[in-house]
């Protein structure tokens, strides 16, 4: 009898990256990224995850309980998304590792807060305060602005390139820099991106850059990634420490700490295997 494919990859050997991609189904640059930055155990544990099914979770906008609570606030594990109520702008789909992000910023009323790469804005409508919210792309900007008036954000969207703001906007509280990325961590409701996907560290850097210099001294800057791969995260953050331009705040951990980073303390890392959610990095720093 002949064995299907996923037969014969199962009988594969995983004691190297390149093996341990093959086997599940990865590029070896993904394998070796995952092998690298989480150890073998856990890049394999990562890479199993991905391939099942993720969770199902919707943010709650109107106060209401929509299905299982979990340990993110307004945050229901369902059984499907109903899209009635996502256009009556009661619930918005939005894993657990992405409302995290939401909440890191800890935007307050009466302050200025610009979220650099808002698109399609399901952490934008979280943030309290005046929002601005940019968005590059004329078309998803469009999007961006039904969506947060569904979700009933008063926050206004700017067309604008993040890295060359018009002069006024400057002066910000806080910001938000949900970065493009290789997209490592949501690889469970993206299965193909697997095989188109590329490290951005150059663009992620220029956005950092842009938002610490449109924040006042001593305001707060929340730089994230949907991605497992410390060249986007952690390189990035120390680059802009490194240059004198940020300090790290590091009472994230203190605040989630089911979600510390397990290599640096200072960081949240959300993942897959651990925590049945997408994969997220987050880092706060304050302006020097």
């Given at each position: 009898?002949?064995?299907?494919?996923?037969?014969?990859?199962a009988?594969?050997p995983q004691?190297?990256?390149?093996?341990?991609?093959l086997?599940h189904?990865?590029?070896?640059?993904?394998?070796?990224t995952?092998?690298?930055?989480?150890?073998?155990d856990?890049a394999?544990?990562?890479?199993?995850a991905?391939n099942?099914?993720?969770?199902?979770v919707a943010r709650?906008?109107?106060?209401g309980?929509y299905g299982?609570?979990t340990?993110?606030?307004?945050a229901?594990?369902?059984?499907?998304?109903?899209?009635?109520?996502?256009e009556r702008g009661?619930i918005?789909?939005q894993s657990r590792g992405?409302?995290?992000?939401?909440?890191?910023?800890?935007?307050?009323?009466?302050?200025?807060?610009?979220?650099l790469?808002?698109?399609p804005?399901?952490?934008?409508?979280m943030?309290?305060?005046?929002?601005?919210?940019?968005e590059?792309?004329?078309a998803?900007?469009?999007?961006?602005?039904?969506?947060?008036?569904r979700?009933?954000?008063?926050?206004?969207?700017?067309?604008?390139?993040?890295?060359?703001?018009p002069?006024?906007?400057?002066?910000f509280?806080?910001a938000l820099?949900?970065?493009?990325?290789?997209?490592?961590?949501?690889l469970?409701?993206?299965?193909?991106l697997?095989?188109?996907?590329?490290?951005l560290?150059e663009l992620?850097?220029?956005?950092?850059?842009?938002?610490?210099g449109?924040?006042?001294?001593?305001?707060?800057?929340?730089?994230?990634v949907?991605?497992?791969?410390r060249?986007?995260?952690?390189?990035i953050?120390?680059?802009?420490?490194?240059?004198?331009?940020a300090?790290?705040?590091?009472s994230?951990?203190?605040?989630?700490?089911?979600?510390?980073h397990?290599?640096?303390?200072?960081?949240?890392?959300?993942?897959?295997?651990?925590?049945?959610t997408?994969?997220?990095f987050?880092a706060?720093?304050?302006?020097?």
């Open positions: 009898m002949r064995r299907g494919v996923a037969d014969l990859r009988g594969l004691k190297t990256a390149v093996e341990a991609g086997r189904s990865y590029p070896d640059w993904i394998a070796e995952f092998w690298r930055d989480l150890g073998p856990d394999i544990a990562c890479m199993e991905q099942a099914a993720p969770e199902l709650s906008i109107d106060g309980a299982e609570p340990d993110v606030p307004d229901y594990r369902v059984e499907r998304i109903d899209q009635e109520l996502v009661r918005w789909p992405s409302q995290i992000v939401g909440h890191a910023v800890g935007a307050e009323p009466g302050e200025r807060v610009l979220d790469c808002a698109a804005g399901g952490k934008t409508a943030l309290g305060g005046a929002v601005v919210a940019v590059v792309n004329e998803r900007a469009a999007e961006l602005e039904a969506n947060l008036r979700m009933g954000s008063s926050a206004e969207v700017v067309v604008a390139d993040g890295r060359s703001l002069p006024a906007l400057d002066g509280d806080r820099v949900d970065a493009p990325c290789s997209g490592l961590g949501v469970a409701r993206r299965a193909d697997r095989w188109r996907a590329e490290p560290p992620q850097l220029e956005l950092l850059r842009a938002a610490l449109r924040v006042r001294r001593e305001g707060t800057v929340v730089y994230s949907c991605t497992i791969n060249d986007e995260g952690e390189a953050v120390d680059a802009v420490v490194g240059a004198g331009l300090r790290i705040d590091d994230l951990g203190d605040t989630w700490p089911a979600y510390r397990p290599a640096r303390a200072e960081f949240l890392q959300t993942l897959p295997h651990r925590h049945g997408s994969g997220f987050v706060r720093l304050t302006v020097a």
